[in-house]
């Protein structure tokens, strides 16, 4: 065992480091202001349970309306309608190169924020292994696979260790 739990170890070290490094970094941002937006969303999300408060084909045509006047033939890649609450809305996300998010107010169909839009932080997507694509996927899940398996052969060698110490007569869970 523990000559599996080194090899695995040398192959896993490289990846655990990124996945580790990266997953600091994302817990800093999110104690230095980063759930900001996981709460605008958890927000939106019981909004909707809500009775809606403006008609959804209306608030879908005047949403329309708003994003061809600010951005004439912009491919759109997202609409998501929340007519629900006191402030019912619409955001929407313009595909390209340069994409933005809009977000329309529900009642008057004009823009309320127009911003630069990235899907998830670069850190999220290396710390996922979404920067490598499908790949990373695949990576992810190696990765995983590595960090239990080091785990089982950890544990492994460790009460391997443990046993012949109580049989030299020495006690004690840790040395």
Do not use: C, N
């Amino acid at each position: 065992m523990r000559k599996y739990h080194r090899w695995i170890s040398v192959v896993a070290a490289l990846f655990l480091v990124v996945v580790g490094t990266t997953g600091i970094v994302l817990q800093v941002q999110r104690l230095l202001g980063g759930e900001e937006e996981q709460e605008r969303e958890r927000e939106a999300a019981t909004e909707t349970e809500a009775a809606p408060r403006v008609d959804p084909s209306a608030l879908l045509s005047r949403t329309l309306a708003a994003v061809q006047q600010r951005a004439p033939g912009r491919a759109l890649a997202s609409i998501e309608l929340l007519p629900g609450g006191d402030d019912p809305k619409a955001m929407v996300v313009l595909a390209g190169d340069h994409a933005r998010r809009l977000i329309v107010d529900g009642r008057d169909g004009v823009v309320v924020q127009d911003e630069p839009y990235e899907a998830e932080s670069l850190i999220l997507r290396i710390h996922s292994g979404a920067i490598f694509g499908e790949p990373g996927v695949f990576l992810g899940i190696m990765w995983g696979i590595a960090l239990v398996g080091l785990s089982l052969t950890g544990a492994w060698v460790y009460l391997d260790l443990y046993r012949r110490r109580r049989k030299s007569g020495k006690s004690g869970m840790f040395w």
